[in-house]
T-cell receptor, first 113, second 112 residues
Framework: DTAVSQTPKYLVTQMGNDKSIKCEQNLGHDTMYWYKQDSKKFLKIMFSYNNKELIINETVPNRFSPKSPDKAHLNLHINSLELGDSAVYFC????????????FGQGTRLTVV | QKEVEQNSGPLSVPEGAIASLNCTYSDRGSQSFFWYRQYSGKSPELIMFIYSNGDKEDGRFTAQLNKASQYVSLLIRDSQPSDSATYLCAVNDQTGANNLFFGTGTRLTVIP
């Protein structure tokens, strides 16, 4: 069974479109995250979310918004896609306890053309 | 944004040698440190974590932490070609969200 799963695995879309990436975890974790990995392989946190608070990295454009219908899901919505949004996006989850590892999904490669 | 720095490499070692990967971090208050391995086209997977100063060993892997020097390292003994990957150092955010801040990764190639 996949612990953290994302769909789709690949996403090719045109500039200006709105798209969503879905993420689900079956680990019973309380906190979920979205990370962006650019072409230089730098992995940078975008959001973290639990049932109490959403923490947004201030460098993330407001075209990006996380949506959590329930504790096991954290979807990423992106409006007005730009060429620079092309990257691999990873969903992750971890327990609420401090100092614990994050478990990553398989990633979604987004290409904006 | 917390700074986590690694040599990007590439680092090449012969099979059977010791690979040494290094990482420094800027936030002196950081408490937990992680090493992830990422194969090309795959997601990061945890190799080791360390919280206390000193060494922590797990099989062929040893993590070393020196909080005074703000330095963490990963040693891979008896390196195998299957160890060829990018190794990511990560530092935990001290907020309640457990955010991880990653270095840019070191590309390791083990030559048969």
């Amino acid at each position: 069974d996949t612990a953290v799963s994302q769909t789709p695995k690949y996403l090719v879309t045109q500039m200006g479109n709105d798209k969503s990436i879905k993420c689900e975890q079956n680990l019973g974790h309380d906190t979920m995250y979205w990370y962006k990995q650019d072409s230089k392989k730098f992995l940078k946190i975008m959001f973290s979310y639990n049932n109490k608070e959403l923490i947004i990295n201030e460098t993330v454009p407001n075209r990006f918004s996380p949506k959590s219908p329930d504790k096991a899901h954290l979807n990423l919505h992106i409006n007005s896609l730009e060429l620079g949004d092309s990257a691999v996006y990873f969903c992750a989850s971890s327990p609420l306890l401090a100092n614990t590892e994050a478990f990553f999904g398989q990633g979604t490669r987004l290409t904006v053309v | 944004q917390k700074e986590v720095e690694q040599n990007s490499g590439p680092l090449s070692v012969p099979e059977g040698a010791i690979a040494s990967l290094n990482c420094t971090y800027s936030d002196r208050g950081s408490q937990s440190f992680f090493w992830y391995r990422q194969y090309s086209g795959k997601s990061p997977e945890l190799i080791m974590f360390i919280y206390s100063n000193g060494d922590k060993e797990d099989g062929r892997f040893t993590a070393q932490l020196n909080k005074a020097s703000q330095y963490v390292s990963l040693l891979i003994r008896d390196s195998q070609p299957s160890d060829s990957a990018t190794y990511l150092c990560a530092v935990n955010d001290q907020t309640g969200a457990n955010n991880l801040f990653f270095g840019t990764g070191t590309r390791l190639t083990v030559i048969p």
